[in-house]
């Protein structure tokens, strides 16, 4: 056999050598037809982002992710003393909007901050949390917090459609979701339409009292205050005080008294304050709020015919 022959039967036996070099049996060099991904790994190479030496030691290994990954479920958590919204909202990476919207009531007024031992929930992304009622599904959620309703099956791994309803009480997480509007201080003076001759004069600016449990009126406005005055069971505009005090049975007239509550039409919305007193020339002095501007309080003394008065409820 001549040396040019034996080169080529050994060439040929090349591509079926079996050799393990430590590789995993699924690398190795097998007898048979030639394995291409483990002659690579034999000696040295690339496979995926996983880089092996000669003898199949790591030289490079999978990446490792440096962040964690994100979570779909809220976190409860408890406010803690020196706590602020801004705060949280920085060390949990979220929008202090999403964390008023994941907590409404309590937190929809701006003016208004977390306080020690409070409990909340807040979304781990933007978004809101929502505890659903029954009825609720991805698609009426996404029309009410005007995302894709994909977006909301997808995050929460909701395996239904976004028609079908998602049980009452269940806690979900709206991704990129809007809330309603949250209420603002006025910046300045609000618009008050006044009616009769403009008799009535402001006697004051400023007050103490104390809030009332179950206050749900919107702070700073004249139904919040006059509810901390004088609890009423109903809710709703300053202007349909009248009608529903009526509705409930409770004495109405058009005679001033101590502690009955005025209602006047001298906003869009109506008016509420509390009467202080009834002096002898026939006026009276009532205590409001949100007539000079919103979150203040007067005192003003009003002449017969002074107001666009609906009455006074006793």
Known sequence: MTHAAVLVIALALSGYVSLSHGLPRSLSLRLGEVNPQGMIMGAGGNVGSVEVGRSSEIVKPVAIPVKAPVAHVAIHYQVADGDTLKDLATRFG????????????????TYKDVSKGMDIVIPPVDGVVVTTQAGDTPLSLGNTYHVDSQGILDFNYLRTSDQDPIPAGTVIVIPGGKGPDLLRAASGPVLVIH??????????????????????????????????????????????????????????GQTPKVGAIMVTFESGFGHVAYVEAVNSDGSWTVAEMNFVRWDVVDHRTIKPGGVPLIGFIY
């Open 94 to 109: 979220v929008s202090v909007d999403s964390i008023r919207w994941s907590n409404l009531p309590a937190l929809k007024s």
């Open 195 to 252: 009616g009769g001759n403009g008799g009535y004069t402001i006697d004051s600016i400023g007050g103490t009292f104390t809030v009332a449990p179950g206050n749900r009126f919107s702070f700073g406005y004249c139904t919040w205050y006059v509810y901390n005055r004088r609890q009423v069971p109903w809710l709703g505009n300053a202007w349909q005080w009248f009608g529903q005090a009526q509705a409930y049975g409770w004495a109405t």
